[in-house]
């Protein structure tokens, strides 16, 4: 074998050991954002880098022991015809329905990176179009989707907000059990195998609510949920418990609310504010 035959195969070998330690030593920067204790790692995903189909990588970061800490990993990605595209991941690593809180930090995290310029965006999720505006004293307000159909049974209601939601009343809402119960209902024949996220209610005045909700993909309960909070809102107009179109909740981690309009049997222009605080940045490594 001559000398060049042999520089080229030398070149090759040291090319490829290169490119085996960037694959071990490949690095990311994250944001951790919170909207009322319901928190995000936050990854900026524009260049495509990070893997998406790695489940186990994902569960890891989300770990409150082993990793970052999270209820669930968004990746703020390109859109051909939006400001950015929504990708939300649960805290088991599955890419999951919409989040009301992520979609509100993310707008934060898309404003400090740059992806947008001003106070008003649109951007593209799982269950389509959303407008947010990030207002004047650092609240974000985000409209959701519509809601045509509301299932009302006697003791719960069931609606669709960008995901799945059980809605019913409890007394002692405080020392309910929410991770017991929710989980009893989130995996009960009602709502079989892709099953649903579970939300306690409690009345505190006209149009003031409690809400305690536990998240499916999390499996467990949640400071609060953005969904969720506009799941009970819905539902506690159309089950008569309010004439109010703007609702205020108390959920675990802060208060959010939310505003809707009804027209004939559905509900529009439906919006959820609340706050969305940067955590901390860092860098992770795999």
Not at 56 to 73: H, P, S, V, Y
Request: charged share 25%.
């Amino acid at each position: 074998m001559g000398f060049n035959a042999r520089l080229t195969i030398f070149k090759s070998i040291l090319n490829f050991a290169i490119f085996v330690s960037l694959i071990k030593t490949m690095k990311i920067t994250f944001n951790k954002y919170e909207g009322t204790g319901n928190d995000f790692v936050m990854i900026d995903n524009r260049k495509a880098i990070f893997p998406k189909k790695d489940i186990k990588l994902i569960e890891k970061l989300c770990d409150r022991r082993f990793g970052i800490g999270a209820d669930g990993l968004i990746l703020l990605e390109n859109d051909a015809e939006t400001d950015f595209r929504m990708v939300y991941y649960n805290s088991d690593g599955n890419e999951s329905s919409m989040c009301g809180n992520g979609g509100r930090c993310l707008v934060a995290f898309a404003k400090k990176v740059k992806a947008i310029d001003d106070n008003e965006t649109d951007f593209i999720a799982t269950d389509g179009l959303h407008h947010a505006s990030v207002l004047d004293n650092g609240l974000i307000s985000l409209q959701m989707k519509e809601v045509d159909f509301v299932k009302i049974e006697n003791d719960y209601v069931f609606l669709n907000t960008g995901s799945p939601h059980h809605v019913m009343m409890v007394e002692d809402l405080k020392n309910y059990d929410v991770k017991n119960v929710g989980a009893q209902i989130r995996y009960s024949d009602l709502y079989g195998k892709p099953g649903s996220n579970v939300n306690f209610v409690s009345q505190i005045s006209e149009n003031h609510f409690a809400l305690r909700t536990y998240e499916r993909g999390v499996e467990d309960e949640t400071l609060s949920c953005g969904t969720g909070a506009t799941a009970a809102a819905i539902a506690m107009h159309a089950t008569g418990k309010t004439k109010s179109h703007h609702i205020h909740l108390d959920v675990e981690g802060g208060k959010l609310e939310v505003s809707f309009v009804k027209e004939g049997d559905k509900y529009t222009n439906v919006f959820l504010k609340g706050p969305a605080t940067f955590v901390f940045e860092g860098e992770i490594e795999w």
